[in-house]
């Protein structure tokens, strides 16, 4: 017997409302900060059907997560004072905000799979490599910060969340009041916008020397903060050559610039589920991220003990949870791959 869509759709609920049980009482759901400040949003079909959402108390928010058990939730990066108001930062009451990366891959040349929205090794370590190139070569040596000033968040899909918390509470309450301008001028300098070649500083002149493999050319850039002379005394090929290894070194970050920038962001919440994928929004230390294999780790492990028969009507790219590797002949499949194929909407029905 198959299954109607209002019947799958059913028992995916019931299966994210059994995840927001054991998230709740293991107390692994993330309880937003100051939450009577701040804005909840959450969707099932969509990522957001609703926003301006707002509770009292943490018991209240956790009752409503319960009851609901949305497949995306998410909370404002912003504290308000009036959160459920309906419109932007000037009528919410917007008065701090948190800083935040969200480093959003997308498919890479290494990727076999046709669909873009797809995952696989390839793009998940690509995202995971962009991690510790913002913390590594930006966050820590040019601005200061330590590991422990860092929390990274496997966004249950394909990137990262990359708060910035540092532990000195006057650099945090400095940071946390900035507005978009300054917020703006941070992401525009871990990009690279409008790098100056007449005068390159000294972070960029470090990432981009480390690049360069010519020793002739390695010499005279280290001799001169100038770059720009010394690039148009060389020939067109050179030229072109030398100009495409500063534009590959500031085309390694793929960071979503609106989550910076925008006053009233949300961002997924920590320990939720990705209504996509069926993936945990899973916080992961700096210390245990080169080992982290979200297609492992961040599935969450009953989802893997209970299996349903299944036909796949379309052709689906592979898809590894796990150890084992499932394609569009599989006809027994774990919950984490029901929930990870109706979240990308492959035609499939339970039989």
Known sequence: ???????????????????FKDAVKNRWLEIPEDIR????????????????????????????VLDRSPFHLYKSL?????????????????????????IDVHRVKRCTHKDDGWVCNHCLEEGKNQVFILIDEFLIPDFGLS????????????????????RDE?????????????????????????????????GWRRRILKAIKNKRLLAQLERSNNWKSIIERKSEREKKRILKI???????LELDEKVMEDDIR????????????GFVVKEVKYNSLEYFDP??????????REYYNVKIKERIDSLRIGDNLYTYRSREVPVSVILYLFGHGVDFEIC
Not at 1 to 19: Q, V
Not at 147 to 166: A, L, M, Q, T, W
């Open 170 to 202: 006057d650099i945090r309450n400095t940071i946390e009041h900035w507005g978009r301008e300054e917020r703006r001028c941070l992401i525009e300098y871990i990009l690279g916008k409008n790098l100056n070649l007449n005068y390159v500083g000294s």
């Open 78 to 102: 912003a504290y308000m004072e009036h959160p459920s108001s309906v419109g932007g930062a000037q009528k919410k009451g917007l008065f701090r905000r948190e800083i935040a990366f969200d």
């Open 147 to 166: 590991k422990e000033d860092i929390r990274i968040v496997f966004s249950g899909n394909r990137g990262y969340h990359i708060y910035i918390k540092p």
């Open 1 to 19: 017997m198959e299954t109607s869509d209002g019947e799958k759709l059913n028992l995916i609920k019931r299966y994210y409302r059994e995840y």
């Open 246 to 252: 500063i534009e590959d070194v500031k085309n390694r």
């Open 295 to 304: 297609l492992k780790d961040a599935v969450y492990p009953k989802f893997n």
């Open 266 to 277: 949300l961002l997924r919440v920590i320990g939720s589920l990705h209504g996509y994928t």
């Open 37 to 64: 400040h701040r804005e909840i949003g959450y969707g099932y079909l969509k990522k957001v059907d609703n926003r301006n959402l707002s509770f009292d108390s943490e018991r209240e928010y956790l009752r409503w």
